[in-house]
């Protein structure tokens, strides 16, 4: 610091029960961290001469296993670094239950009407008019948002159960964070699971004359 006393310095990490009191008196540090970070306790601190360039520091919600908060502090000017973008897809809600609403009204449907029709063309006309208002009505659409930076494996049911976990956390219902956070990282595991076995699948599936990437 005294060679360069116009460095830049950022200092991090769980202090615990550490004695940091001389970084403000020695060094003239600043602690920007002012929300509790395990239980009801500031133990994750960071400590910089660069404070005004920061905004002021959130916490969001454990990262795997560990009970502590992680802390966000985010610089006031924005970076070029491109991050990706957010996207907006109409997409057809295709769970387990409409499935089975589907299953259920086309083993209902009367098709007596289409045998009485004289020509292919009209048969198929009818058919195909009737499936689509079918799908119409038991597969609705609705508007999502993806991000080029997604991962591959993550599905919409798994972006929801993280928003899940963010609320709950902003919240301040701890305990369901917890519940919802050890729920991510599970579905983490077993959705980077499954995709790593398909795509490896695919390896083995391939003829290996043909070349070509997954």
């Known amino acids: 610091m005294r060679k360069h006393p116009e460095c830049g310095v950022i200092i991090t990490g769980d202090f615990n029960q550490l004695r940091d009191n001389f970084m ?10 002012n929300v ?8 994750d601190k960071i ?8 905004t002021p520091s959130v916490t969001i919600s454990e990262l795997g296993s560990s ?13 070029s670094v491109d991050t990706g973008c957010v996207t907006r897809l109409t997409v057809r809600c295709m769970g387990p239950k409409e499935k089975a609403t589907f299953s259920m009204a086309l083993s209902a449907i009367k098709w007596e009407p289409l045998f ?19 799908m119409e009505i038991c597969f609705p659409t609705k508007i999502v948002t993806r991000h080029t930076a997604d991962k591959p494996w993550v599905t919409d049911w798994f972006r929801d159960l993280v928003r899940k976990r963010q609320r709950a956390h902003m919240s301040g219902d701890l305990n369901q964070a917890k519940i919802l956070r050890n729920k991510v990282n599970r579905a983490a595991s077993k959705l980077k699971y499954n995709f790593t076995k398909h795509k490896l699948q695919q390896c083995m599936n391939r003829d290996p004359t043909i070349g070509g990437s997954i």
Do not use: G
């Open 24 to 33: 403000k008196t020695h060094y003239r540090f600043v602690q920007v961290v």
């Open 36 to 43: 509790v970070t395990r239980e009801q306790a500031i133990l």
């Open 47 to 54: 400590w910089t001469n660069m404070e005004e360039v920061y």
């Open 67 to 79: 009970d502590h908060n992680m802390v966000l502090l985010k610089p006031k000017a924005k970076n």
């Open 116 to 134: 009485r029709l004289d020509s292919c063309a009209d048969q198929y006309s009818y058919y195909q008019t009737v499936i689509c208002n079918l």
